[in-house]
């Protein structure tokens, strides 16, 4: 959040609240790479990647360690892929979702960005995962299902569920119309749905925190029409 609004590292109002957040990431990486604190998860390890690949070349204060600890951040979510090409709540689970496996391709292509090597046999799986969720038929078809494995596959369609798959397809360069096109109108058609009833509920904040970089990658009216709605929301739920 400090970053997003300019603040960075060693420079500024908050530069010393950027440094210890720093600090409090790297020192929070166990002996296999993994950054976890208090039994936290692949989630958290994959925000705790994208962050240092955005401090990246930012800050002189433990930078060899920043690149060190990053490629080994990366190199243990490379790891933990599973036989289906994606991610679980913790590593090496046999299930997946894509709520979990857009965090780990999100948190790839910002270090891949930043100079981190990233296999292209990894993305070409997660591409190929993501295509497998598709739903084939009936009232949402072309959008994608939360989980294609284990218990209650093939049974979850959701506004998160749509704005992580097509997320996840931008962050490994897909850009096909034809494949993220129904899980964008199935955005636009459900946002105010979500907006009604889970206005305080993860539901809508996380679900919109794919679907706002979904949208934008759109462009157009349809990211007009979502943004006037959502920025509206926003301003009219902030706590004072």
């Avoid at 857009?102 to 948190?107: G, L, T």
């Avoid at 046999?121 to 284990?150: E, L, P, Q, T």
Wanted: net charge positive.
């Amino acid at each position: 959040a400090f970053l997003a609004s300019g603040h960075l590292p060693g420079r500024g109002p908050y530069s010393e609240t950027l440094d210890r957040t720093i600090d409090y990431v790297l020192d929070r990486t166990g002996h296999s790479a993994y950054m976890t604190d208090s039994g936290s998860r692949m989630y958290s390890h994959s925000f705790a990647v994208l962050f240092l690949s955005q401090v990246h070349g930012m800050t002189r204060r433990r930078s060899s360690e920043v690149e060190s600890k990053l490629r080994e951040a990366c190199r243990f979510v490379i790891e933990a892929q599973n036989e289906y090409g994606a991610w679980r709540y913790t590593p090496g689970m046999l299930q997946a979702d894509l709520s979990v496996t857009v965090c780990q391709v999100q948190a790839l292509r910002a270090a891949r960005n930043v100079g981190i090597r990233v296999p292209k046999a990894c993305i070409d799986r997660v591409i190929d995962y993501v295509k497998r969720s598709r739903i084939s038929h009936g009232r949402s078809a072309g959008a994608f299902f939360y989980k294609i494995y284990g218990r209650s596959a093939r049974t979850k369609t959701s506004f998160t569920v749509n704005a992580a798959a097509a997320t996840c397809l931008h962050s490994a360069g897909v850009f096909d119309r034809g494949l993220n096109g129904p899980a964008l109108s199935y955005l636009e058609d459900h946002y105010d749905e979500v907006s009604a009833y889970y206005p305080g509920h993860y539901f809508y904040w996380y679900g919109n925190y794919y679907a706002v970089q979904a949208l934008q990658m759109e462009g157009g009216k349809r990211w007009d029409r979502y943004w006037a709605k959502l920025s509206r929301d926003l301003v009219r739920r902030q706590r004072l």
